[in-house]
């Protein structure tokens, strides 16, 4: 994965994963945990990633390998926005 598509997704994530902070923090009053983090994102990544083509038989395993590298993509740059927004929250 190039810089550039990193910096698309986060740019295209940035915005879900502050909102997940904010909401969380104001209904908890507290920080999620890494964990309640990841599965309050989960839904979006799905909305994100779009379904899987199943109707292609022919080529299933490119169709696989493409979405998971695309969800690999994903999750490494939401990670880093997921640090990113932690680490802005403790100095605040």
């Known amino acids: 994965m190039d810089s550039s598509e990193l910096d698309s997704i986060k740019r ?3 915005v879900k994963v502050h909102d997940i902070f904010d909401n969380f923090e104001e209904n ?6 890494m964990e309640e983090f990841r599965t309050i994102f989960h ?3 799905d909305n994100y990633l779009g379904p899987l083509d199943q109707q292609v038989v022919d080529g299933i395993n490119a169709n696989l390998e493409r979405q998971r590298i695309r969800e690999q993509q ?6 880093e926005l997921e640090s990113e927004e932690r680490m802005r ?3 605040e």
């Open 74 to 79: 994903l999750w490494d740059a939401v990670n």
């Open 89 to 91: 929250r403790d100095a």
């Open 43 to 45: 839904d979006s990544a």
């Open 28 to 33: 908890n009053n507290r920080l999620p945990t």
């Open 12 to 14: 295209d994530m940035s």
